[in-house]
Structures are given as C-alpha cells and as structure tokens.
C-alpha cells in the first residue's frame, strides 16, 4: 500500500499520486511490493536498500547516512491480540525534498499520523516530522507498558485464586513483550544518541536541519526512550519475581500433597499388614473365636488411629 501526503500551510492534509509528487511531501508505504519499491526508489533517488531495510521483521535500530538521504531504522511496538506485545522496523528516509516512511504492517504509531490528525505536524519539515514519529513511538512503549503492568496485576489476582495454565501462558506472553521492547529501546537509544551527533555534522545539515525547536523535541524523545527502558526493566523484574514466587509456591503445593498421600499411604498400609498377618493359612490368634474378625478389626483401627495421631503431630497433614 501506498500513500502519499503534502500538508498544505492553511493546516489541511493533501492527498497526492505518484503523478502529482511534490516537494515536501510524505511518502508512506506498506507492506510494499518490489514493483512499488522500485517505482518510490527511481522518484526520490534513494537506495533501494534503505527502502528494503525495514522489510525483515528481525532488523536492530540503526542510522545510515548517504550523499543525498539518511535513513533512519528504529522499531516501534505494536500490540497482537490481547496479551502479544511484539516490535516491528520503521524505515525513515530522509532526502532533500521528501519523507519516506516504509513498514511491514500498519502500525498504531504512523496511524497517527492521519488528515483528521494533520494540524499537529508537517510533512515540508521533514526534520521535525521525524522526530513526532520518534517520540510518538516512545509514548506508545509508555502506553504499552502501562498496559502490561495492570494486565500482571490481573494475572497475580487470578492465580492467588487459582493457578492456571492459561494465566501461566499469559504471564509468559507478557515477559516475551517485555524481552522485545527492552532490546528494541536499547537499540533505538543508539540511534537518538547518533541523531543528537549527527546535528553538528556539516556533511548532513542540508538534509537533517535542525531549530532549537527541533532540539527540545529531540530531547523530549531521548528522555521518553530511557524512561520507558527504565519502566521496563522495573517490569521485567517484577515479572520475573512473580514468575518465581508462583513457581515455588507451586512446588511447595506439591510437596504439601506428596507429604498427605504418604502420610495416607502408611495408614491404609496397617489394617492391609494386619488382616495378611491373620489370613495366613497357620494358627493365628483367635482362630477358633466367632468375633475374630470384630478383634482384628479393632486392632487395626487402633492401632491406625495412634499412627494417624502421630502423624497429625508431626504436620504431615
């Protein structure tokens, strides 16, 4: 899919076609086919690979530099289903007439970007328009964590009742997203660090300008990227503690049955010794009384009932 943008300076959002491209205008792209890419590619004159980086799901954060565009690649979170938290890459492309965007799938963060959205941004300042992208993307990570911290809270009441596996299962799709977003925000902590380097170099300010405005935003973004790293490993903690405690107490539940079905295993044992001892095809006593089967019976529940006493004493129930 293909989609291409120019804001208008009354505010509005202007629709273009590849026909029509104008200078300043944003190019979106989606889940591309290589006859998009190549047609994109041969417009704007960027290298094909930046337009092909962002189509491997498993690419790390990185910022690439050419004579007449920069590319940044960051990973941005995205939510499958109810308890999935995944990252994706986002190619940025930066030239000195255009913006390019290029993703596998649609993502919350560009979806955000839209004509009923379009008052808060521009695409003619493309170095600014990045950097929206950038910190949107950080407060998604915030957004989503937030979600996961109240999604382990449910999951902790749920298996204080019961345990599960279903819950287990969740709890465990809630660490893998936790694991994704904390390698994702590292690596796009590098890329903001490069992009704050980068502000100074001669080779790159015709493309990457930057205001003081600019620079505040970018700022803003850093600080959001580490303190969702920050929330993470906080999370991932107590995800992990969690995992921990239940594990034990699961363990702990099993040793407590263990310990009951011996326990019940030496009573019930008893009358089964007894009753073999006077079945034996010997003389045994009271062999020739009618109320044998009364005695012995009574033996054996006395004699159970005083190991069951013991037992009792000793918390084996």
Known sequence: MLKIYKSLESGPLQELTLKTLEKGAWINIIAPTPYELKVVGNLTEVEPDFLRSALD?????????????????????????????DTLPLAIV????????VCLEETPVISEFNPQTAKSFRTFKKTRFLFQIL????????????????????????LRDSMKNQDILRLLELQKGLTYF????????????????????????????????????????????????EMVEMYSKI???????F????????????????????????????????????????????????YVSLIS????????YILWRRNMF
């Open 57 to 85: 799901d498993e690419e790390r954060s990185h910022t690439d530099v050419e004579d007449d565009s920069i590319m940044i690649l960051t990973n941005v979170p995205i939510m499958r289903g109810h308890d999935s938290y």
């Open 94 to 101: 930066l030239t000195k007439e255009y913006i390019l965007t």
């Open 135 to 158: 910190y949107k993307s950080a407060t998604f990570y915030l957004r989503y964590l937030r979600q996961i911290n109240r999604l382990s809270d449910e999951i902790e009441l749920m």
């Open 182 to 229: 904390n390698a994702a925000l590292r690596s796009n902590g590098a890329v903001l660090d490069k992009l704050l380097r980068l502000r100074s170099n001669l080779a790159t300010k015709p493309i990457l300008k930057m205001y003081e405005e600019d620079e505040d935003l970018l700022e803003d973004v850093i600080i959001e990227n580490k303190q969702a790293r």
């Open 239 to 245: 995800l992990s503690r969690m995992a921990d405690t």
């Open 247 to 294: 594990s034990s107490i699961i363990s702990n539940n099993q040793n407590l049955v263990m310990k009951f079905l011996a326990a019940m295993t030496i009573i019930l044992a008893i009358p089964t010794v007894i009753s073999s001892f006077f079945g034996m095809n010997v003389p045994v006593p009271f062999a020739d009384q009618q109320d044998a089967f009364i």
């Open 301 to 308: 529940i006395i004699i159970a009932g005083t190991s069951a």
